[in-house]
């Protein structure tokens, strides 16, 4: 990898031998993500309230969330990130200032991720634009998979965290 023409961004096409990361927060909240899609995300405080596990392993950058797609039709799985079901392909990934890209295409499919943050408001958000490049209509299914912390270290609160889903906001909420 390595900065962008004009300075901007880390653009990354292969794997580096450890984990690049880019921490893009507001004052409410944040996330950091790797250039795998490892990483995760907190509101207030990055140490003590964290959303979804950390794992801080280098070597095998795990991320506690993913998005899968799985083309219905051939039942083709493969994630929107180079893990966790990347099968060891590039991924171009881009990290920017408050920012960060994934583009990919994969099984007659074109998709590029982004993750940010609201300005001011304690929310992530995460843009897929998924481009049909078969000769033929798909149908894909997107899922997003998280591990749910709700505070320090995954391992003290799991037992602990319920969800559910409000139909009215349509919704799945987590709390502990």
């Known amino acids: 990898g390595g900065f962008s023409a004009d300075g901007r961004e880390y653009v990354i096409y292969r794997t580096p031998m450890a984990p690049w990361c880019n921490v893009i927060a507001n004052p409410q909240a ?72 994934f583009q990919h295409h994969r099984h007659h499919c074109r998709h590029e991720l982004r993750l940010f943050m609201v300005p001011d408001a304690p929310v992530k958000l995460l843009h897929l634009r998924l481009e049909n490049m078969a000769p033929r209509p798909r149908r894909v299914t997107v899922t997003f998979y998280v ?12 037992q602990y965290i319920v969800s559910a889903y409000d139909e009215e906001a349509h919704a799945l909420l987590a709390r502990n």
């Open 30 to 101: 944040g996330f950091l993500v790797s250039e795998g899609g490892g990483g995760y995300t907190w509101v207030g405080n990055s140490g003590e309230n964290r959303l979804t596990a950390w794992r801080n392993d280098p070597v095998s950058d795990q991320p506690a969330e993913a998005i899968y797609l799985r083309d219905e039709d051939t039942t083709a799985l493969w994630s929107a990130t180079p893990q966790p079901a990347g099968a060891g392909q590039s991924y171009l990934v881009r990290h920017g200032a408050g920012y960060t890209i």
């Open 147 to 158: 591990e749910w912390a709700l505070g320090v270290e995954r391992s003290a609160t799991q």
